[in-house]
Structure formats: C-alpha cells, structure tokens
C-alpha cells in the first residue's frame, strides 16, 4: 500500500514547486492585512518619515485612542452593523427556511409555481433603476436601517442551499410519521426539521452574517442620514472624507479643528479596516467549514 | 388521506412560502415592470409624485434612450472595458483556479493543504470597500510602500491613482485575489470526489502523473468546468460593481481603464438622474446576458451533450 501510494504521487521536486506557488499566493492573499495592521499601530511621525512600512520606526496605539475619543459616529456605525447583520440574518434565515422547506415538500400542492417564482429572479430582473425607482417610491425605503435590511432579506442562492439541505438530510418518512401522530405543518418544521437539520442552518446564516456585515452598496444607495451608516460605508465615506468622524462628534469648533490638525489620519483610517476585518478574521476559522459545504451545494446544484 | 387535511396542508404550506413570495413580488417583480422606464422619458411628476403618477405622466420616448446609450464618447470605453475584463478574468480564472485545486490535491500532507486552503479562501469574505484599503496601502501617492520604495532607490515615482495604463494589471490581480481562493476550492470538492479506483487502474497501466491528470482528473472535472464556464459568459455584460468603483477610488482619470457598463448605469442614474437611460443599460445587460447563456450553452451541447446546464 505505502509503496503504491509513492508511485502514484509527484515527484519531490514538482511537489516543492507546488508548495512554492501556494505559499506564494497565501501570503498574496494575507499580507495586505498583516501590512495594514502594521500601519494602524504605526505613529504618525514614522508615517511622515518613512511613508507605509513593514517596519515602523515608532509604534503607537494613538489611532485607537483617537478613536475611542472620537467615538459618537463610530460607535454608531458599528452599533448599525451589528444591528443590520443580526436582524438581517434573523429574518434572512426565517424567510428562507419557510420557503425552501415548502419547497421541499413533494406533497405541496403549488411547489411548483412557488418553485419557478423564486428562481426565475435569477435569470432575468429589472435592473439597478427600475429596483431603485421601486424601493424609493412605492416602498418608502430610504433613511431606515429597514431601507438596509429589506433590500437584501432573500436569494434564490440560499434557498437552493436550504432545500438541497432538507433533501439530502431529511427522509421524507419523517414528514409522514409526524403527521400521523398529529403534529401541524409548523409544529414539524420547528420541533422536527429545524433541530436535525443545524449545518444547513448555519451555512445560510453565516453566507447571510457576512453578507450584511460587508454591505455598503446598499446603504450607498437609500442611506443619507449619517445616523444609519453601517462601517463599511462609513469606511468608504472616508476615502475621500477623512474629518468625517470629527465633523460628526459631538466635538466643536476650536475643539473639532484642533483635533483635526492634530488627527493620525492614515493610521486612523487603517485602524478602522482592522476593527472591520477582526470579527470576521477572528470567526473565520470556524465557520469556513460550513460556508465551503454550503458554496458547494449552491454552485453545483444551481 | 382526507380532502379537509389535505386542504389544511396546502393552507399551512402556503403560509410558509407567502412572506417570500411577497418580497419577491414587490422586490424583483415590480422592478421588473419598471422596465417600460427604458422606454419612456422618465420625469418626477411634481403635483403628486407616486411610481404610478410618474410612469403613467413621463411621455414615450421609443428607443432614444438605448440610442444614447451607444451614442456617448463613453460608449465605447465602457462596452471593451465590461467584455475585455470579463473575457480575461473567464480564462485566468478557469485555468489558474484548476492548477491550484490540482496542485492542492496532489500535496501529499493534507493538514498543509488545509492551510492553503484556508488562507487562499480568506480575501473572498472581505468587502471591496477593506480590498481598495489594502491596495492604497501599497499605492497611495505620498505614503504608499511601492512609491517609497521606488523613491528610495532613485527612481520617480508612479502616480498610481492618474496613470490608466497600470489598471488592467491592478484589477486583474485584485480580481484574482478575491476569487481565485473560492473557485479552487469547488474544483477541489469536485476533484475529491473523483473515484480513486480511476486513477489506480491509471497508474497500473503506467500512466504518468501528468498523464492522469490529463486524461482522468481533467475529464472528470468537465460537467463543472462548463456549467460555470456557461453561467460566467452569461454574466459577460455584468461587471463588478464593487471592484471597479471602490478600488480605483472612483478616480476620473482611471475611467478609460476603470469604467464598465455598471458604474456607467450607476453614474448615468446618480449623477444626472436619467432612469429612463439607466434603465434601458440594466435591460440590455440582460439581455445580452440572456443571449449569452444560451449560446454558450448551445456551444457545450454541441461539444458534451451531458455537460450543458439545459
């Protein structure tokens, strides 16, 4: 056996080249981060000095000082998402389990019309106007975290996900015998299917968590009130903005411009990338898992 | 079972699917309806503004707002643009995410290619907005990495954010940085799952290594290769929004590198508020894509009936 498996594998040398590319590519994948740490805790004069370096020549927490300080419209921005992402993915989650499960149910008497509504969204959709024009006008969406949420709560994605899940996990004499012994078509999904079907739940749950955690599109198009800005838009509102933050504490006048002039702002700006990306680099490791097995599904039986 | 439980189970299971079906209908049905905006002059009717009092008060326009849409100095930009990128970022995408599926298959400590797997697969859950903080890290003008480094050892500096022609290599490598990780890892599951009896029978008749990835591994990867192959040119006209308005910073200058159909519609429906023409953009994306999708999968048919997608 040990013998075969070292004929059919590659050579050492082909193998070390492969180890090569991968690493190589890894550390593409890994160091802008690493490197943007870096600067968030690199002072402002070896910033000045010598630009963005591996190797700061003075390192200082006075970004994340400043941010505590300048606290109002951060703490709110990550107060939004985190709101945004938990209700998001509540309602996400309920909306899709209802549906695919029905879907599920050979016996259902209109799956497939039901079927067909869901995923011909996939094939063919009104567009970026037309869907805009419609949440403004006819559903009143702007200025609301409702105006973040409610754009995105469905995606034929996830239930195809969600219903491949049910298929593949639950036989369908479970349905029958629950309804011999009399439980409702609710009271089986919930006490019955639910509990025995959690990796599916979770993958949908995190696609959607992550989903709404990295919004900012949305938020971009129906938002204009600072006070429901998510992170990432507020993010992106600082590109180009970055005494945005002062601009909307509760700081004035002589205070505000003093803290202006004085502001880290490069390190400042980085340090907020890094207060975006720890919830999810900290999660990563245990979620992926669930996430492949779920992209998988969706992918190949989509 | 009896007709009243059998009503009652359609009933409960209605139930279930109503909230969807409901957000589907006002959030991708409606929309859908809005379409007639690409062919009216769209124009906010100001005694009582409503969608209805809008669409039934704008006046027809025919086709005039698809004519502008070819008839712009941009035109032409952003339809290379939007097919050019695609078109590259197909074929990279396809050949470098298989490479790396096969090479991680083949690495022979699976805990180590876990390793890659999870770092690889790491850029795909961050937000454009977190990449474009990344690349300004190594390109901003006065404190970047690069220009330091550059100006350190005497050369001049790039002023990477007004210079167009360095962007197609910038967007490329941005886009196969986000990606690649996630696509290697579907050929991979689809890789694992190939019968190892293939390739033993293989090597029992002397088959090198390459040869069994030529002729077993390759093969059997195909039904996935072209059903994503299929639905990718079927996005042909749809271009990332993200990526080409965030990472560049929305830099005019960049726009004969940057600009694509989809920040054209965005700056077309912003800008100067013309739905009527954004609309009729949105439409033509899906049309094209539509047209698209099936010719790519006539295509298939034609070379592996089993491998097309319908």
């Not at chain 1, 991968?22 to 870096?38: D, E, N, T």
């Not at chain 1, 063919?124 to 419609?134: H, I, K, R, S």
């Not at chain 1, 509760?250 to 502001?263: K, V």
């Not at chain 2, 339809?79 to 590259?88: H, K, Q």
Request: charged residues 15%; aromatic residues 16%; glycine residues 6%.
């Amino acid at each position: 056996m040990k013998r075969k498996r070292k004929v059919n594998s590659i050579s050492i040398p082909a193998e070390i080249a492969c180890h090569v590319v991968l690493i190589l590519f890894c550390l593409l994948c890994i160091v802008p981060f690493i490197f943007v740490v870096i600067i968030s805790i690199t002072s402002q004069d070896s910033i000045r000095a010598i630009g963005y370096s591996f190797f700061p020549k003075e390192i200082s927490m006075e970004a994340y000082s400043y941010v505590l300080k300048l606290g109002d419209q951060l703490w709110r921005s990550y107060f939004n998402s985190f709101l945004v992402t938990v209700l998001g993915t509540f309602l996400t989650m309920l909306m899709t389990i209802l549906y695919a499960y029905a879907l599920y149910r050979k016996d259902f008497r209109f799956r497939g019309f039901f079927t067909f509504w869901a995923f011909f969204t996939m094939l063919f959709g009104g567009g970026l106007a037309p869907t805009y024009v419609v949440c403004k006008t006819v559903l009143g969406l702007s200025n609301s975290y409702a105006a973040i949420i409610v754009p995105m709560l469905l995606n034929p994605f996830n239930i195809i996900v969600m219903r491949t899940f049910f298929h593949s996990s639950i036989p369908e004499e479970l349905i029958d015998a629950a309804a011999i012994d009399g439980a409702g078509e609710y009271k089986t999904l919930f006490k019955i299917i639910i509990p025995i079907s959690k990796p599916g739940i979770a993958t949908v749950g995190l696609l959607s968590a992550l989903a709404y955690w990295n919004e900012w599109f949305i938020p971009m198009l129906y938002v204009r009130d600072a006070k429901y800005y998510p992170l990432q838009y507020l993010l992106m509102q600082m590109q180009t903005k970055v005494d945005f933050l002062v601009k909307n504490s509760s700081m004035i006048g002589a205070e505000a411009s003093n803290i202006i002039s004085t502001l880290p702002s490069d390190a400042l700006r980085m340090a907020l990338v890094v207060l975006i990306v720890v919830p999810i680099a900290c999660g990563y490791p245990f979620f992926q898992r669930y996430i492949v097995s779920g992209l998988t599904i969706g992918s190949v039986k989509g | 079972m009896s007709k009243k439980a059998s009503f009652k189970k359609t009933i409960f299971l209605t139930t279930m699917v109503l909230p969807g079906a409901i957000w589907f209908f006002l959030l991708r049905y409606l929309p859908m309806a809005g379409i007639i905006l690409a062919f009216k002059n769209y124009k906010v009717y100001p005694k009582n503004p409503t969608f209805w009092n809008n669409l039934t008060h704008s006046e027809w326009s025919g086709i005039k707002n698809f004519k502008f849409l070819f008839a712009t100095t941009d035109s032409w930009t952003y339809i290379r643009n939007t097919i050019g990128y695609n078109a590259l970022w197909i074929v990279l995408g396809l050949v470098i995410a298989v490479a790396f599926a096969i090479m991680l298959n083949e690495i022979t400590h699976k805990f180590v290619a876990k390793t890659y797997q999870t770092l690889m697969f790491f850029p795909y859950f961050l937000s454009w907005v977190v990449a474009s903080y990344f690349l300004l890290a190594f390109l901003d003008p006065t404190r970047g990495l690069i220009d330091h480094f550059l100006v350190n050892h005497g050369m001049n500096k790039i002023d990477w954010y007004n210079t167009p022609k360095y962007w197609p290599f910038i967007l490329t490598i941005c886009n196969l940085w986000k990606n690649i990780g996630y696509s290697s890892i579907l050929y991979l599951a689809a890789i694992t799952g190939i019968d190892t009896s293939q390739y033993e029978a293989a090597a029992i008749d002397g088959a090198s290594k390459w040869q069994q990835i030529w002729y077993v591994t390759i093969p059997n990867l195909r039904p996935m290769i072209c059903i994503l192959l299929i639905m990718n040119v079927g996005k042909i006209f749809n271009a990332d929004f993200g990526l080409f308005y965030t990472v560049p910073l929305d830099s005019g200058s960049l726009y004969s590198a940057t600009m694509v159909i989809d920040t054209y519609i965005y700056q077309v429906m912003t800008a100067t508020s013309n739905i009527g023409m954004s609309t009729a953009g949105g439409l033509l994306q899906n049309a094209v894509g539509f047209v698209c999708i099936v010719i790519a999968n006539k295509i298939v048919k034609k070379i592996d009936e089993d491998s097309s997608l319908f």
